[in-house]
């Protein structure tokens, strides 16, 4: 196990931290640094690869934190600690918003984007926040966050992670993500960005990809046939390859 203090607060991470370029990872609402374990162990040992638990989620101390924005500089503190200068961003959902946020804020300090089933605008229906806001966890079932090629075992055991999740964390997060419009903004983003999403997604389906292609300038897209909204987890040998193409082309 990893850790480093972040204005007091540990942090747990996994992954190598050496001299070139770090690769940051970020899960998405309600997850942790569990959600990247094909691209870990395949990037590891060629990259300085970081997948972190962000504050009050996994194994990672802290309080949870109430926006994007304060997610993002949350971010560049992580990165800060780790005695590094500028970075690489992988982001998942709200990992995602996270990174187009830090982004604009501090755009010296990235160096790129990889953004993984996210929009620039990501809404969350009311009912959902109310029924986390009474404390009740309303997943049934995960077959709405996978695509229709993945087997039921793996559906059900993510399921079963989602249910060991409070719903404060999952209250916190999607009040964060449905505040969180960056439509008009991310024009401003100019480093290079590869764009990734399953055809099959529902929750940041294609279109919300299509989006970003069209108003990040230096940006491209790949669609990733017969997943859903967790395809780095679905597929995670073709987008593990496809990321490392992009940083071999692209950025390192």
């Not at 998405?28 to 040992?45: D, I, K, V």
């Not at 638990?53 to 309080?63: E, T």
């Not at 999952?170 to 991310?186: G, T």
Request: charged share 20%.
């Amino acid at each position: 196990m990893s850790y480093v203090s972040v204005k007091g607060t540990d942090i747990y991470y996994e992954g190598t931290i050496g001299k070139t370029v770090p690769i940051i990872f970020v899960h998405g609402a309600g997850g942790s640094s569990q959600r990247w374990p094909e691209q870990l162990l395949t990037l590891n040992g060629h990259y300085n690869t970081v997948a972190l638990d962000l504050p009050g989620h996994g194994k990672s101390g802290g309080n949870l934190l109430s926006s994007i924005s304060d997610m993002a500089e949350f971010i560049a503190d992580f990165a800060g600690s780790l005695s590094q200068g500028d970075f690489i961003l992988v982001g998942h959902s709200m990992g995602g918003a996270i990174a187009q946020e830090l982004a604009l804020q501090h755009p010296k300090k990235v160096r790129g984007l990889i953004l993984i089933g996210t929009g620039a605008k990501l809404r969350v229906s009311r009912e959902l926040l109310a029924t986390l806001g009474a404390g009740r966890i309303p997943f049934r079932n995960a077959d709405y966050l996978f695509g229709s090629a993945t087997p039921k075992h793996k559906r059900d055991a993510f399921l079963r992670e989602m249910n060991e999740v409070s719903p404060a964390v999952y209250l916190a997060d999607f009040n964060a993500c449905n505040e969180f419009d960056r439509l008009q903004a991310i024009k401003e983003i100019k480093v290079p960005c590869l764009i990734v999403v399953g055809d099959e997604d529902v929750m940041t389906p294609v279109k919300s990809s299509q989006f970003l292609q069209d108003n990040l300038v230096n940006s491209q897209l790949r669609i990733i046939k017969g997943t859903g909204h967790l395809c780095m987890l679905e597929k995670p040998a073709e987008v593990t390859e496809i990321i490392e193409s992009f940083l071999a082309s692209s950025l390192i």
